[in-house]
Nanobody, 124 residues
């Protein structure tokens, strides 16, 4: 059974850092594009970051470029986004997703494997 389990969310203050994780089972993350999305109530799920399968390079939304770093540990089959210099507007439920493509999309509708999400709250 394919499963993604996020963890690491919590309540932090503006300017703090947080490291999330996404542990995968039933799939090998090095053969997938692994992406992160976030969603706030009443809003569409938005792209945050992705790490490509084939070249192991990363791509970030403009809103988090320079503040977020996405990495993966293939031995642990886990992806670790590091969220730094957090802002109140970063508060959301963060979701991990996997796409069986070398260069996966930024569009959430094209992902069919999702975790349950982890809440990040940023106090001002």
């Amino acid at each position: 059974q394919v499963r993604l389990v996020e963890s690491g969310g919590g309540l932090v203050q503006t300017g703090d850092s947080l490291r999330l994780s996404c542990a995968a089972s039933g799939l090998t993350i090095s053969t997938y594009t692994m992406a992160w999305f976030r969603q706030t109530p009443g809003e569409e799920r938005e792209f945050v970051a992705r790490i490509f399968r084939s070249v192991d390079s990363t791509d970030y939304a403009d809103s988090v470029e320079g503040r977020f770093t996405n990495s993966r540990d293939n031995a642990l089959n886990t992806v670790y986004p590091q969220l730094s210099t957090l802002k109140p507007e970063d508060a959301a439920v963060y979701y991990c997703a996997a796409q069986d493509r070398a260069f996966g999309s930024r569009f959430p509708a094209q992902y069919h494997i999702w975790g349950q999400g982890t809440q990040v709250t940023v106090s001002s």
